[in-house]
């Protein structure tokens, strides 16, 4: 199996940044699609990004579009999400996923997922 270990999460002001980070061990992470979701208290997990297995295809959520990248480096089996000009409505647990398929922004579409990073953003 694979196993995922998110990384980076923290607390920030409006407007900062954050950088975090996902490091896979077990199977090389080349093989899979890695998304990125979140989950804020009382709501359902959603689709941040995701990113081809050769990192040649991106998809973003409408609500991070401009402020978000998701990137990979396979060499280092790493995937990352720069967040800038974070929000408050930003705050969440923020999951990284890998998925055996193409690119889908679906739970469904996933195989494995790490325990997630808090980030929460103040006003």
């Known amino acids: 199996q694979v196993q995922l270990v998110e990384s980076g999460g923290g607390l920030v002001q409006a407007g900062g940044s954050l950088r975090l980070s996902c490091a896979a061990s077990?199977?090389?992470?080349?093989?899979?699609?890695m998304g990125w979701f979140r989950q804020a208290p009382g709501k359902e997990r959603e689709f941040v990004a995701v990113i081809s297995r050769s990192g040649g295809t991106t998809r973003y959520s409408d609500s991070v579009k401009g402020r978000f990248t998701i990137s990979r480096d396979n060499a280092k089996n790493t995937a990352n999400l720069q967040m800038n000009n974070l929000k408050p409505e930003d705050t969440a647990v923020y999951y990284c996923?890998?998925?055996?398929?193409?690119?889908?922004?679906?739970?469904?579409?996933?195989?494995?997922w790490g325990q997630g990073t808090q980030v929460t953003v103040s006003s």
């Open positions: 996923a890998a998925a055996g398929g193409y690119y889908p922004n679906q739970i469904s579409g996933y195989d494995y």
């Open positions: 077990g199977r090389a992470l080349s093989s899979y699609a």
